[in-house]
């Protein structure tokens, strides 16, 4: 058995963290989170969805977080696209990296972005050709990899067969989602393992809500069969607004409380993503939902 010496972690809070609150976040507030985290050393933000403003309102500000990102030459950052509208908003945004998201079933696509498996993958085509000729590099999403709202158990064979044909299609990385944070440590490697068989296993990512508490075992589990990519949200936020009692990210905090302790590297000071966890915590008018940060203060 053996651990990666350094893992990439994915900063997701700005996005899937603030998607799923009752309250719009300011947008200054949004900018602050987002410096907040580059300062503690992150290099991987997802800071906005480019998704209809009638379906996620919370999200209905890219543009303007996008026009206050501060370019330090190091952070790179991202967007969530769905279709060529989402795509062209992002470039006119000068995002650089974007994310297209589907999933392993067909229940939780219809409510999420109202179309099938195979008809996201029709829009994700001119996207794709669209964001490679202006050099822009394409994340792909599979949600509900350990478990659907609608459909409970999913398997595994159809995560595999979802994340083959986003990294066919030309995505640099394919992240895993546990939409709704069901699964189990032996599941997810399981799940994991399969899906290396198609997509090299460094280009695969970790995204595991916390719903049970068991993301931070499950990337222990996955850690163990090579991953190495994982996603994750200060202050545990996070959520999405279509599957029912999906609560937050697996916490940065815990994270990187658990790298450190492993001896594996990932850049983040985590001290200061402690006050960046606290600060968004006190806009949201809540504790953080980390361990590490309520215990080290
Ligand atoms: P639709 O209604 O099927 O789209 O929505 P449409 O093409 O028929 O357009 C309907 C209206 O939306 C039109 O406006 C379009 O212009 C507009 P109207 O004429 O009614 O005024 N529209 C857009 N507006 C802004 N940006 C766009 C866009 N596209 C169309 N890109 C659509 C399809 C995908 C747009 C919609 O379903 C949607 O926005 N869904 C968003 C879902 C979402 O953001 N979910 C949360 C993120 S995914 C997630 O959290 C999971 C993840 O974290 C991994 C995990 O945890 O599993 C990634
Ligand atoms: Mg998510």
Redesign the pocket.
């Known amino acids: 058995m053996s651990y990666p010496e350094a893992v990439k972690i994915v900063e ?1 809070s700005p996005r ?1 963290g603030l ?1 799923n609150e009752k309250q719009v976040i300011d947008v200054n507030d949004k900018l602050t989170l987002i410096n907040g985290l580059r300062a503690a050393g992150v290099k991987n933000i997802e800071v906005a ?8 309102p919370q ?1 209905a500000d890219a543009k303007q977080v996008c026009a206050g990102l501060v370019d330090d030459g190091v952070t790179q950052y991202s967007a ?4 060529m ?2 795509l062209e ?1 992002a470039i006119d945004s000068g995002i650089n990296q974007v ?1 297209v ?1 589907t ?1 392993a079933s067909e229940s939780f696509n219809q409510k ?4 099938s498996i195979a008809e996201s993958f029709e829009r994700f085509a001119p996207v794709m050709d669209k964001a490679h000729s202006l050099g822009i590099q394409v994340r792909g ?5 350990l478990g659907c709202p609608y459909e409970g158990e999913i398997n595994p064979e159809a995560v595999a067969d979802v994340a083959n044909k986003l990294y066919d299609m030309g995505c640099f990385e394919v ?1 895993l ?3 709704i944070g069901t699964g189990t440590p032996l599941k997810a490697k399981t799940m994991f393992e399969l899906c290396a068989q198609y997509v090299p296993v460094e280009k695969l990512a970790l ?1 595991f ?1 916390d719903t049970y508490g068991q993301a931070l075992a499950n990337i222990h589990a996955c850690l163990q069969s090579g991953a190495s990519v994982i996603d994750s949200s200060v202050a545990g936020i ?1 959520g ?4 029912k009692g ?1 609560t937050g ?1 697996v916490s940065t905090e815990n994270v990187v409380y658990m790298l450190n302790g492993m001896g594996i590297t990932s850049g983040i000071d985590l001290s200061k993503l402690i006050q960046t966890g606290r600060q968004i915590s006190g806009v949201l008018g809540r504790k953080p939902n980390s361990q590490v940060n309520h215990a080290m203060s």
């Open positions: 997701v899937d998607q969805g480019f998704v209809s403003p009638k379906w996620v999200l969530l696209t769905p279709n509208k989402g908003a994310a998201f999933a999420n972005i109202n179309c999403y599979v949600s509900c990899v992240s989602g546990d939409t995204h809500h996070g999405c607004p279509y599957a999906a990210n």
